[in-house]
């Protein structure tokens, strides 16, 4: 589908667990391109509202379409054409080599019984590359660091190839260099592709260099959304995070520090 049709919709969409809602009655739309960030507390309900975002989980109320589809209309192949995701926690079930698990990534390209092809092996190398994994393919996931092994998950996820990224916490365990490379590969997405990206972040100053648009969780049913410099204000993350903060600017950047 294309048009004015966003890439992700939520309508009244209610977020919550064991009789606790996260969020309530929350109405987001995402457009090819855009790149929004999720922020809030520990415990605020992020990931839980990414699941749901993702079709992985249920929500309370309401209801999400990607593209204009439900998750149940579209089924879980044509689902994973779209929608890539990212989860905060991840297994290994078993034993492969980082090539193996990046090829991965294409199986939702393949018919029913088929196998990688010299141009899906292709696609996953330059994945690989992309996230600095080039000279691992033949390591042992098992011996591979956490930070490595975000990167890792990072190709097998530009492999897959989705036009709509949904993303828990994509920087976890990397480095400053590799936190600004990877941020930098989905905003090229963004930018190069048309593809919309969604995540969870812990650092504001980052939502504001690299997102259009932030969505604030108060963990309480409460939830705020809209252009990150509106959003992004000293006044508004001293809430969400309760505990005053202060910005600093420099060289068109701005950073949020404790006071």
Not at 137 to 164: C, K, N, Y
Request: contains cysteine; hydrophobic residues 45%.
């Amino acid at each position: 589908m294309s048009g004015d049709i966003p890439l992700l919709e939520a309508r009244k969409l209610s977020v919550g667990i064991g009789g606790k809602t996260f969020c309530r009655d929350l109405d987001l739309t995402l457009q090819p391109g855009e790149r929004l960030a999720i922020l809030g507390r520990n415990g605020a309900g992020k990931s839980t509202l990414l699941s749901v975002l993702a079709g992985l989980r249920a929500p309370q109320s309401g209801e999400v379409r990607i593209d204009g589809s439900s998750y149940t209309q579209l089924g879980a192949r044509q689902s994973a054409l779209i929608r890539g995701w990212l989860p905060q926690v991840r297994g290994d079930a078993f034993a492969s080599t980082v090539l193996e698990t990046a090829l991965v990534g294409r199986h939702p390209h393949l018919e029913r019984w088929g196998w990688e092809s010299d141009k899906d092996a292709k696609i996953v190398r330059a994945a690989l590359a992309a996230v600095d994994l080039a000279a691992f393919e033949q390591r042992d996931i098992q011996t591979l660091s956490g930070g490595e092994r975000q990167r890792l998950a990072i190709a097998t996820l530009l492999a897959q190839a989705p036009r709509l990224f949904l993303l828990d916490e994509p920087i976890a365990h990397l480095d400053l260099k590799h936190q600004i490379a990877m941020l930098e590969l989905f905003a090229t997405a963004a930018r190069d592709c048309r593809a919309a990206v969604a995540m969870v972040l812990h650092e504001p100053a980052l939502a504001w260099r690299f997102c259009d648009r932030a969505l604030l969780i108060h963990g309480d049913g409460r939830s705020e959304t809209g252009p990150t410099r509106e959003m992004l204000t000293v006044d508004r993350l001293s809430a969400l995070y309760q505990y005053p903060l202060q910005a600093l600017e420099s060289e068109g950047r701005i950073s949020f520090i404790p006071r």
